[in-house]
């Protein structure tokens, strides 16, 4: 080799090793998978971000949905009758519980499942109601106003209408429970994280069958929105790690690596932590997270910016389809 030659390789050789210097993602721990969905060949049916977008817009329309709410009850009347379109079985879970101010709610935990007797299953659970109050609202006279809630978490349990509607058309083979839990927004930090969540609380404890179990479950928060950023919840990663890992990397390789982040965030009380703790079933929050906000949440968080103006399609096909990936796989 002539010096020139061994010159110019050698420049080839330093010009690789800073692109690769240059591709290294700054936060993310260095085995995400590359993104490969050029060759990437799926085998779920295709999840309609339009249909799903319809769902989100069909329970706003019933206004405010807080428990003891006539949206409230119109609402969950109407989740009954959707899912029971789809749906091999859907059971109505009613109690009454305590709020944080000592009143009684009547509260709604509705359970839709296909293949009830199989005993591989996946639990797939969203909250249905509102928050009475945008105590996040920029402005203190909005701070005692119920919110829309579009995203909060209506989009969850869109996803979960446009999942069971394809699989009425395409059954799933292993078993699938969709949980709308009630009465997860009335909490108030300051009264202690457990005036969450309240109706997963119940659910963890009364499960609507004696020794009901699945294998794991993946919780919905806040699924829609515009620039929605999905990272590593603590609580997720400190239960349930591998399932993290197997719906990331299904994200990745379905392409949607512009909401799926490897990095590990802060841990969050949710219904997805009782699910855990209580129910014992090993369960993921996928849910919004931002960098940018003190809340750590999205800006339009607990305001009555938490409306349909909010809503990406894109985001909620993000979500629905790569779950419609890891379900129909597990039945492979
Ligand atoms: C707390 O603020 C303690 N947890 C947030 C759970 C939540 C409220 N997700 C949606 N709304
Ligand atoms: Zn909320």
């Known amino acids: 080799m002539k010096p020139f030659n061994i010159f110019k390789t050698a420049?080839?050789?330093?010009?690789?090793?800073?692109?690769?210097?240059?591709?290294?993602?700054?936060k993310k721990p260095a085995d995400k998978p590359v993104d490969t969905n050029i060759s990437y060949k799926q085998i779920s049916p295709v999840f309609n971000a339009d249909s799903a977008y319809n769902w989100v817009q069909k329970q706003v329309d019933f206004g405010p949905r807080f428990c003891n709410s006539s949206g409230h009850t119109a609402c969950g009347n109407y989740l009954v009758d959707e899912?029971?379109?789809?749906?091999?079985?859907?059971?109505?879970?009613?109690?009454?519980?305590?709020?944080?101010?000592?009143?009684?709610?009547?509260?709604k935990n509705i359970i839709a499942s296909f293949n009830p007797t199989a005993a591989k299953r996946v639990l797939i659970s969203a909250h249905w109601d509102s928050r009475p109050y945008a105590d996040q609202d920029p402005n203190p006279e909005n701070h005692n106003k119920p919110i829309l809630a579009a995203d909060d978490a209506a989009s969850g349990v869109a996803v979960m209408l446009e999942m069971a509607r394809q699989m009425k058309a395409v059954r799933p083979e292993i078993g699938i429970d969709f949980i709308c839990f009630d009465a997860e927004d009335l909490g108030k930090s300051n009264a202690g994280n457990d005036t969450y969540c309240l109706g997963s609380q119940y659910w963890s404890k009364n499960k609507h069958?004696?020794?009901?179990?699945?294998?794991?479950?993946?919780?919905?928060?806040?699924?829609?929105?515009?620039?929605?950023?999905?990272?590593?919840?603590?609580?997720?990663?400190?239960?349930?790690?591998?399932?993290?890992?197997?719906?990331?990397?299904?994200a990745i390789q379905l392409g949607f690596s512009n909401n799926f982040y490897y990095y590990k965030g802060g841990s969050i009380t949710d219904d997805h932590y009782y699910v855990n703790?209580?129910?014992?079933?090993p369960t993921i929050d996928i849910i919004h997270y931002s960098e940018n906000t003190e809340t750590r949440f999205a800006p339009h968080w607990h305001t009555l910016g938490d409306n349909m103006s909010v809503i990406d399609r894109n985001t909620l096909k993000a979500v629905g389809q790569t779950l419609m990936e890891v379900v129909y796989k597990e039945g492979k």
């Open 277 to 281: 703790t209580l129910a014992g079933i």
């Open 209 to 250: 069958k004696p020794g009901y179990k699945a294998d794991y479950g993946i919780l919905l928060d806040m699924v829609g929105a515009f620039n929605a950023h999905f990272i590593w919840e603590g609580y997720s990663v400190e239960y349930a790690e591998p399932i993290l890992r197997k719906v990331w990397d299904q």
């Open 11 to 26: 420049v080839v050789f330093v010009f690789f090793l800073s692109i690769s210097a240059c591709d290294e993602p700054s």
């Open 83 to 107: 899912f029971k379109r789809f749906a091999d079985e859907v059971i109505e879970q009613k109690a009454v519980v305590k709020n944080f101010d000592g009143k009684n709610l009547n509260i």
